[in-house]
């Protein structure tokens, strides 16, 4: 993932991630204002905290796909365990998007074709963000978020002197969660660019 293609994934993510958090209502709505992103108007953070985080959070992952190793990225929500409130926070949402390049161009950069194909499916998942209020319960009082990079060599990321990354990102709690949970599954959008790349961004519900 590199030049054009890599920098359409990560400024996805980031409006994706500031998209989600609005309409999930992590934040109260005055935290957000609408921009246009692929000509598509979203709510991003206008917080200066909030918005740096993310960005820092994003380019971190962007770095780390450079390695080759990374699955997936997760936006995790979690709520107070009132039962257990020394246990911590505890999950009970993840929003997860899986890129995945396609091993035949592995070795080539993305044309103007295939970058412009990308948008087109990248914007029409944007859109869908815009409805999961529709599709999913309203979110607990007190709600907060987490990043994670699902991969498949963590020591890779862990120990690359290069990459900003906190090491609790780095690890499968994707599947450590719901090992401890049953979970519902919403697809929200499959993008694939043939001989390019895949993404699939789907919503994992912990029961």
Known sequence: MEG?????????LDAAMNATLHTRGVYPAEVFETRKFLNLPIRVSRHPELTAYLRKAVASVGEAMKTGTVDSVILELLAPNDDYPAAGPQAFEQHVFEVRRLAASLSAAASDDELDELERGLR???????????????????????ILINCSDAAALTEHNDLEISANWVHDQSNAATA???????AVKRVEVPQCIQLSHYVRVLL
Request: hydrophobic fraction near 40%; charge should be negative; glycine fraction near 2%.
């Open 4 to 12: 054009g293609l890599l920098s359409s994934i990560t400024a996805y």
């Open 124 to 146: 029409a998942s944007l859109a869908q963000i815009n409805q999961l209020d529709q599709r999913l319960e309203p979110v607990p009082h007190d709600t907060t978020f987490a």
């Open 180 to 186: 401890r949970h049953r979970a519902e599954i919403h």
